[in-house]
């Protein structure tokens, strides 16, 4: 994996944050079941909930009360919606980025204790990610004042590119850092999925009612010399790739009630078609096999998406742990989601070995470990990128 660029982008910090409405999954079946739109199905749906594998979410709106069934079921509100999103978003995305942006701060007074610069002052470019709420000026903007970032940053939205964006997110950081190596970036996505239930009694509905959680994940980025790599958290490269006559697997839209997300019933067969060939082929690009990866950081989905990419990985339940825990304890968090799992996996490595902390780069040289991430977008897309753990 050779790189002609003399700085390579980095990972400097990953944070993460949930609103505080915390769901068991065994409340929310049993009053989704309990709805008069659900007579006669009650045990189908209560069997819906316990296939997710999912123990709790955490939501921004409370859903399991009369008041916000009466909420979701009313048409042309999506105005109030979008209002609700940016009064719940802000704050959210404002503590977690304090966080991502303290952790980086930390990390660099470790390594260069005479440091006596602020981290906010070197962020070029903020990239703002989601797909569940729509406001102009844009929360990326509402953060400038809040977070203390410089007025001439640069801001990126990226908006409906669904469980992917966060890799979207980071491919753009990664080129703008590129271009300017002496930047730092800072990449936040944010999911508040409630915001847009709605109690229809569709299968659809019930299906992502059943799945989706909100939260947040934020990124600091930056670079580092191809020299002086210990301790450092590589991204060696980003891909992208739209698998052929797959339309209709994820569909993203706008109604006078909210966002929705249509989810095929051939998304597991999609996917379990097309994965393989993508990274395979990837892999290749830059000499690698299978099994040369050493850390697997799946987007947490579903159960069923977990599955079929380790049918079409050959992966074992242990080389997926994260995502497999991920899921279970917020369900899927769409862009935010693959960041929980880095997130998470990063703090194992760290825990096993206390000299590589992500936060105190190692003095000792030691073997990279080599990882791949990625997530699914609409359409059915695949994107992610090549990580080192070093």
């Known amino acids: 994996m050779s790189q002609s660029n003399q700085f390579l982008p980095t990972i400097e910090s990953i944070a993460t944050g949930t609103p505080h409405n915390l769901l068991p999954q065994i409340d929310a079946a049993k009053f989704v079941a309990n709805l008069p739109s659900s007579e006669g199905n009650q045990q189908r749906i209560e069997k819906i909930y316990q296939g997710t594998r999912i123990d709790t979410r955490h939501l921004a709106l409370d859903l399991l009360t009369d008041e916000a069934v009466e909420f979701c079921r009313q048409r042309g509100n999506i105005e109030k919606r979008m209002q609700m999103f940016a009064e719940h978003a802000i704050p959210l995305a404002e503590q977690v980025a304090k966080n991502a942006l303290n952790l980086a701060a930390q990390r660099r007074k470790g390594a260069e204790p005479d440091y006596a610069g602020k981290i906010e002052d070197e962020i070029g470019i903020i990239i703002f990610v989601t797909s569940t709420g729509f406001v102009a000026p844009g929360i990326d903007a509402k953060l400038i004042d809040r977070l ?13 590119m669904g469980c992917a964006a966060a890799m979207n997110g980071l491919r753009v950081a990664c080129d ?19 915001i847009n239930t709605v109690f229809e009694g569709s299968l659809n509905d019930i299906v992502t009612h059943s799945i989706f959680g909100d939260g947040c ?14 301790g450092r ?15 209709d697997g994820i569909a993203l839209g706008v109604r006078d009630n909210g966002i929705t997300c249509q989810l095929s019933p051939q998304l597991p067969s999609y996917i379990e078609a097309g ?5 395979n082929n990837f892999l290749a690009q830059h000499q690698l ?31 997926v742990s994260n995502s497999w825990e991920i899921l279970r304890e917020y369900g899927n968090v769409l862009s935010c989601a693959v960041l929980f799992v880095i997130e998470r996996m990063l703090k194992e490595i760290a ?10 780069p190692a003095t000792t040289a030691t073997a990279p470990l080599t990882g791949i991430a990625f997530s699914f977008s609409p359409g059915v897309g695949l994107e992610g990128l090549l990580f080192q753990k070093y």
Request: net charge negative.
């Open 217 to 230: 994940a934020a990124v600091v980025l930056g670079t580092c010399p191809a020299d002086n790599l210990q």
């Open 351 to 360: 825990e096993s070995n206390p000299d590589i902390l992500l936060e105190k």
């Open 289 to 319: 096999q299978q099994e040369d990866i050493d850390l697997w950081a799946v987007h947490p989905g579903g159960p069923r998406i977990i599955e079929k990419v380790q049918l079409a990985l050959g992966l074992s339940n242990q080389q």
């Open 148 to 160: 203390g970032l410089p007025r001439n940053v640069a801001r990126v939205p990226v908006n409906f």
């Open 176 to 194: 703008h850092l590129r271009a300017y190596p002496q930047h730092k970036a800072l990449v936040i996505c944010l999911e508040l999925s409630s």
């Open 275 to 279: 994965v393989a060939p993508v990274i």
């Open 233 to 247: 958290v590589v991204i060696r490269d980003n891909f992208s790739y739209l698998i052929e006559n797959t339309e």
